[in-house]
Protein backbone atom coordinates (compact mmCIF):
# COMPACT_ATOMS: atom_id res chain seq x y z
CA UNK A 1 0.00 0.00 0.00
CA UNK A 2 1.58 3.23 -0.96
CA UNK A 3 1.54 6.33 1.47
CA UNK A 4 0.63 8.15 -1.61
CA UNK A 5 -3.07 7.53 -2.65
CA UNK A 6 -4.59 7.73 -6.51
CA UNK A 7 -7.56 6.30 -7.72
CA UNK A 8 -7.47 3.17 -9.28
CA UNK A 9 -9.21 4.24 -12.49
CA UNK A 10 -10.50 6.94 -14.44
CA UNK A 11 -11.94 7.09 -17.97
CA UNK A 12 -13.22 9.78 -20.10
CA UNK A 13 -14.03 10.70 -23.84
CA UNK A 14 -12.67 12.00 -26.54
CA UNK A 15 -12.60 15.87 -26.27
CA UNK A 16 -12.91 15.63 -22.38
CA UNK A 17 -11.18 17.18 -19.43
CA UNK A 18 -10.09 14.76 -16.37
CA UNK A 19 -8.46 14.84 -13.27
CA UNK A 20 -6.24 12.41 -11.24
CA UNK A 21 -5.95 12.57 -7.98
CA UNK A 22 -3.03 12.14 -5.57
CA UNK A 23 -3.23 12.66 -1.63
CA UNK A 24 -0.71 12.16 0.97
CA UNK A 25 0.23 13.70 4.13
CA UNK A 26 1.73 16.80 5.36
CA UNK A 27 5.54 15.12 5.29
CA UNK A 28 5.01 13.60 2.10
CA UNK A 29 3.13 15.94 -0.73
CA UNK A 30 3.32 18.54 1.84
CA UNK A 31 6.79 18.54 2.23
CA UNK A 32 8.37 18.47 -1.32
CA UNK A 33 6.87 19.18 -4.80
CA UNK A 34 5.09 16.25 -7.09
CA UNK A 35 6.02 14.68 -10.42
CA UNK A 36 3.90 13.04 -12.45
CA UNK A 37 4.71 10.15 -15.23
CA UNK A 38 2.90 8.74 -17.82
CA UNK A 39 3.37 4.38 -18.90
CA UNK A 40 1.76 4.17 -21.93
CA UNK A 41 1.16 0.39 -22.14
CA UNK A 42 4.11 -1.61 -22.76
CA UNK A 43 6.28 1.04 -22.51
CA UNK A 44 8.71 2.61 -20.00
CA UNK A 45 7.48 5.62 -17.32
CA UNK A 46 8.14 8.91 -18.86
CA UNK A 47 8.05 12.06 -17.29
CA UNK A 48 4.63 14.11 -17.80
CA UNK A 49 4.96 16.88 -14.53
CA UNK A 50 7.97 18.11 -12.19
CA UNK A 51 7.95 20.65 -9.70
CA UNK A 52 4.25 20.40 -9.36
CA UNK A 53 2.98 21.86 -12.40
CA UNK A 54 6.32 22.36 -14.69
CA UNK A 55 6.08 19.97 -18.23
CA UNK A 56 9.44 18.88 -19.87
CA UNK A 57 9.92 19.94 -23.48
CA UNK A 58 7.59 18.35 -26.17
CA UNK A 59 4.82 17.35 -23.41
CA UNK A 60 1.71 19.15 -24.51
CA UNK A 61 0.57 21.39 -23.03
CA UNK A 62 -3.28 19.32 -22.57
CA UNK A 63 -1.40 18.26 -19.33
CA UNK A 64 -1.37 20.28 -16.08
CA UNK A 65 -0.02 19.65 -12.66
CA UNK A 66 -0.98 21.63 -9.82
CA UNK A 67 -0.77 21.06 -6.03
CA UNK A 68 -2.38 22.31 -2.71
CA UNK A 69 -1.42 21.44 0.90
CA UNK A 70 -1.38 17.90 1.07
CA UNK A 71 -3.21 17.11 -2.58
CA UNK A 72 -1.79 16.96 -6.11
CA UNK A 73 -4.00 16.98 -9.31
CA UNK A 74 -2.71 16.11 -12.72
CA UNK A 75 -5.48 17.64 -15.13
CA UNK A 76 -5.87 16.61 -19.25
CA UNK A 77 -7.92 18.44 -21.42
CA UNK A 78 -8.79 18.03 -24.67
CA UNK A 79 -8.76 13.84 -23.97
CA UNK A 80 -7.09 11.96 -26.92
CA UNK A 81 -7.22 8.16 -27.27
CA UNK A 82 -3.58 8.32 -27.27
CA UNK A 83 -3.81 9.03 -23.68
CA UNK A 84 -5.09 6.19 -22.28
CA UNK A 85 -2.25 4.81 -19.64
CA UNK A 86 -1.28 4.57 -16.42
CA UNK A 87 -0.53 7.30 -14.62
CA UNK A 88 1.50 7.83 -10.94
CA UNK A 89 2.48 10.59 -8.99
CA UNK A 90 5.62 10.78 -7.02
CA UNK A 91 7.28 13.21 -4.52
CA UNK A 92 10.38 12.50 -2.84
CA UNK A 93 11.13 11.71 0.81
CA UNK A 94 13.67 13.09 2.30
CA UNK A 95 14.08 11.07 5.10
CA UNK A 96 14.06 7.84 2.62
CA UNK A 97 16.68 10.00 -0.08
CA UNK A 98 14.34 8.35 -2.58
CA UNK A 99 11.10 8.63 -4.41
CA UNK A 100 7.81 7.66 -3.43
CA UNK A 101 4.84 6.83 -6.04
CA UNK A 102 1.40 6.80 -6.28
CA UNK A 103 -0.24 3.57 -6.55
CA UNK A 104 -1.20 4.83 -10.21
CA UNK A 105 -4.05 5.40 -11.87
CA UNK A 106 -5.15 3.37 -15.19
CA UNK A 107 -6.72 5.64 -17.70
CA UNK A 108 -8.94 4.93 -20.00
CA UNK A 109 -10.12 7.16 -23.11
CA UNK A 110 -14.07 5.22 -23.81
CA UNK B 1 19.74 13.35 -27.07
CA UNK B 2 20.13 11.81 -23.77
CA UNK B 3 19.65 8.00 -23.65
CA UNK B 4 19.86 4.97 -21.14
CA UNK B 5 20.24 1.72 -23.09
CA UNK B 6 19.37 -1.13 -20.72
CA UNK B 7 20.29 -4.97 -21.13
CA UNK B 8 17.93 -7.38 -22.49
CA UNK B 9 15.76 -10.06 -20.81
CA UNK B 10 16.93 -12.37 -19.06
CA UNK B 11 15.30 -15.70 -17.82
CA UNK B 12 17.13 -17.42 -14.89
CA UNK B 13 16.29 -20.04 -12.12
CA UNK B 14 15.88 -19.57 -8.56
CA UNK B 15 19.34 -19.19 -6.45
CA UNK B 16 21.21 -17.78 -9.49
CA UNK B 17 23.08 -14.59 -9.53
CA UNK B 18 22.29 -11.70 -12.01
CA UNK B 19 23.83 -8.69 -13.05
CA UNK B 20 21.72 -6.21 -15.54
CA UNK B 21 23.11 -2.90 -17.00
CA UNK B 22 22.13 0.73 -18.04
CA UNK B 23 24.29 2.58 -20.52
CA UNK B 24 24.38 5.94 -20.55
CA UNK B 25 24.95 8.59 -23.28
CA UNK B 26 24.04 12.17 -24.75
CA UNK B 27 24.86 13.77 -21.09
CA UNK B 28 27.79 13.38 -18.01
CA UNK B 29 27.52 9.94 -17.03
CA UNK B 30 29.59 10.86 -13.78
CA UNK B 31 27.49 14.22 -12.87
CA UNK B 32 24.03 12.34 -12.58
CA UNK B 33 22.86 9.92 -9.89
CA UNK B 34 21.25 7.08 -12.04
CA UNK B 35 18.26 4.92 -10.16
CA UNK B 36 16.59 1.65 -10.29
CA UNK B 37 12.80 1.14 -10.08
CA UNK B 38 10.61 -2.77 -10.26
CA UNK B 39 7.41 -2.81 -11.60
CA UNK B 40 5.95 -5.97 -11.03
CA UNK B 41 3.68 -7.74 -13.36
CA UNK B 42 0.59 -5.65 -13.57
CA UNK B 43 1.65 -3.49 -10.42
CA UNK B 44 2.53 -0.25 -9.81
CA UNK B 45 6.42 1.30 -9.58
CA UNK B 46 8.70 0.59 -6.27
CA UNK B 47 12.06 2.93 -5.88
CA UNK B 48 14.50 0.30 -5.11
CA UNK B 49 18.14 2.67 -5.00
CA UNK B 50 20.29 5.09 -6.66
CA UNK B 51 23.54 5.57 -7.16
CA UNK B 52 26.15 8.85 -7.77
CA UNK B 53 28.51 7.14 -10.41
CA UNK B 54 31.41 9.94 -8.94
CA UNK B 55 32.43 8.67 -5.65
CA UNK B 56 29.82 5.41 -5.92
CA UNK B 57 27.22 7.16 -3.32
CA UNK B 58 24.42 4.49 -2.79
CA UNK B 59 21.12 5.33 -1.35
CA UNK B 60 18.91 1.82 -1.08
CA UNK B 61 15.02 1.76 -0.48
CA UNK B 62 14.74 0.15 3.10
CA UNK B 63 12.95 -2.33 1.21
CA UNK B 64 15.51 -3.73 -1.33
CA UNK B 65 18.45 -3.10 1.19
CA UNK B 66 20.16 -6.30 1.54
CA UNK B 67 18.54 -8.03 -1.49
CA UNK B 68 20.40 -6.03 -4.54
CA UNK B 69 23.53 -4.36 -4.95
CA UNK B 70 23.65 -1.13 -7.36
CA UNK B 71 27.22 -0.49 -8.88
CA UNK B 72 28.16 1.71 -11.65
CA UNK B 73 31.64 1.53 -14.17
CA UNK B 74 31.70 4.95 -14.92
CA UNK B 75 34.51 4.99 -17.92
CA UNK B 76 32.10 3.10 -19.67
CA UNK B 77 28.81 5.35 -18.24
CA UNK B 78 26.96 1.98 -17.02
CA UNK B 79 25.24 1.44 -14.08
CA UNK B 80 24.26 -1.92 -12.93
CA UNK B 81 21.90 -3.70 -10.74
CA UNK B 82 22.63 -6.99 -9.32
CA UNK B 83 21.48 -10.17 -7.52
CA UNK B 84 23.34 -12.77 -5.60
CA UNK B 85 20.60 -15.18 -5.29
CA UNK B 86 17.68 -14.81 -7.36
CA UNK B 87 13.77 -15.58 -6.08
CA UNK B 88 10.39 -16.40 -7.94
CA UNK B 89 9.66 -12.95 -6.50
CA UNK B 90 11.93 -10.85 -8.26
CA UNK B 91 10.13 -11.16 -11.59
CA UNK B 92 9.41 -8.03 -12.82
CA UNK B 93 10.19 -5.07 -15.11
CA UNK B 94 13.09 -3.30 -13.93
CA UNK B 95 14.00 0.50 -15.16
CA UNK B 96 17.06 2.83 -14.91
CA UNK B 97 16.31 6.60 -14.59
CA UNK B 98 18.18 9.52 -14.20
CA UNK B 99 17.80 11.81 -11.55
CA UNK B 100 17.74 15.19 -12.15
CA UNK B 101 18.72 17.22 -8.73
CA UNK B 102 18.87 20.70 -7.26
CA UNK B 103 16.27 22.01 -5.25
CA UNK B 104 13.86 19.10 -6.58
CA UNK B 105 14.02 16.08 -7.69
CA UNK B 106 12.72 13.41 -10.26
CA UNK B 107 13.52 11.01 -12.77
CA UNK B 108 13.55 12.57 -15.82
CA UNK B 109 15.26 9.79 -18.74
CA UNK B 110 13.73 6.27 -18.25
CA UNK B 111 15.41 3.45 -19.56
CA UNK B 112 14.00 0.72 -22.21
CA UNK B 113 13.34 -1.79 -19.48
CA UNK B 114 14.69 -4.93 -18.79
CA UNK B 115 12.18 -7.98 -17.82
CA UNK B 116 13.57 -10.58 -15.49
CA UNK B 117 12.14 -13.52 -15.24
CA UNK B 118 12.71 -16.28 -12.22
CA UNK B 119 11.60 -19.76 -12.67
CA UNK B 120 12.46 -23.03 -12.07
Known amino acids: QSVLTQPPSASGTPGQKITISCSGS????????VNWYQQLPGTAPKLLIY???QRPSGVPDRFSGSKSGTSASLAISGLQSEDEADYYC???????????FGGGTKLTVL | EVQLVQSGAEVKKPGESLKISCKGS????????IGWVRQMPGKGLEWMGI????????RYSPSFQGQVTISADKSITTAYLQWSSLKASDTAMYYC?????????????WGQGTLVTVSS
Open chain 2, 51 to 58: MYPVDSDT
Open chain 2, 97 to 109: ARLQGGNEYYFDF
Open chain 1, 51 to 53: SNN
Open chain 1, 90 to 100: AVWDDSLNGPV
Open chain 1, 26 to 33: SSKIGSNT
Open chain 2, 26 to 33: GYSFSNYW
